[in-house]
């Protein structure tokens, strides 16, 4: 509680000098990416029968965000020309947490002078914010996460405003 004071004292004074500012944004990714648009060229297109629900009953690990079970490819040979019955935004992926907090202060060097010190923390919990999984049902890697959002960043800055 005693490390919470001079942060919500810093934030309350309101001062032009001192500002702390703390966001924090968590939204889930709603998309479908299975589906793909419907060819108007006359090629087999990629969009799978949907046969249960992809984001129930599932341990959502980066290794295995979703499973292949809920999906049934179509057969070009003896499919041709049918589209799946999967919609849009079938698969819900992983969302985002982030909180960001930016500390800055200016100080007086002469009249018309000043220094600003700058302190920026980006994901500030260090939170890993997962990208979306890999969506081609040909590949040994679907369902699963490759890519992850970028890790804590630290950033100290001085800058002279005359």
Same mark, same amino acid.
């Given at each position: 509680?005693?490390?919470?004071?001079?942060?919500? @004292?810093?934030?309350?004074?309101?001062?032009?000098?001192?500002?702390?500012?703390?966001? $924090?944004? $968590? @939204?889930?990714?709603?998309?479908? =990416?299975?589906?793909?648009?419907?060819?108007?060229? &006359? #090629?087999?297109?990629?969009?799978?029968?949907?046969?249960?629900?992809?984001?129930?009953?599932?341990?959502?690990?980066?290794?295995?965000?979703?499973? @292949? /079970?809920?999906?049934?490819?179509?057969? =070009?040979?003896?499919?041709? &020309?049918?589209?799946?019955?999967? +919609?849009?935004?079938?698969?819900?992926?992983? +969302?985002?947490?982030?909180?960001?907090?930016?500390?800055?202060?200016? #100080?007086? %060097?002469?009249?018309?002078?000043?220094?600003?010190? $700058? /302190?920026?923390? #980006?994901?500030?919990?260090?939170?890993?914010?997962? &990208?979306?999984?890999?969506?081609?049902?040909?590949? *040994? /890697?679907?369902?699963?996460?490759?890519? /992850? +959002?970028? *890790? @804590?960043?630290?950033?100290?800055?001085?800058?002279? %405003?005359?």
């Amino acid at each position: 509680m005693g490390a919470a004071r001079p942060a919500r @004292r810093l934030a309350r004074d309101g001062s032009p000098d001192q500002r702390l500012a703390i966001q $924090r944004h $968590r @939204r889930p990714v709603h998309r479908n =990416p299975f589906c793909s648009a419907p060819e108007i060229t &006359g #090629f087999y297109s990629s969009r799978p029968d949907l046969v249960s629900n992809p984001n129930v009953g599932q341990s959502h690990t980066p290794n295995q965000w979703v499973s @292949r /079970a809920p999906f049934l490819q179509l057969n =070009p040979q003896t499919q041709a &020309g049918q589209f799946g019955n999967e +919609g849009r935004n079938a698969v819900r992926g992983p +969302g985002i947490q982030n909180i960001d907090l930016s500390f800055f202060k200016y #100080f007086k %060097v002469a009249e018309s002078a000043r220094v600003q010190f $700058r /302190a920026e923390c #980006f994901n500030l919990l260090n939170h890993p914010n997962f &990208g979306l999984p890999m969506n081609d049902l040909e590949s *040994p /890697a679907f369902g699963q996460v490759l890519q /992850a +959002g970028p *890790p @804590r960043l630290l950033q100290l800055a001085l800058k002279f %405003v005359f």
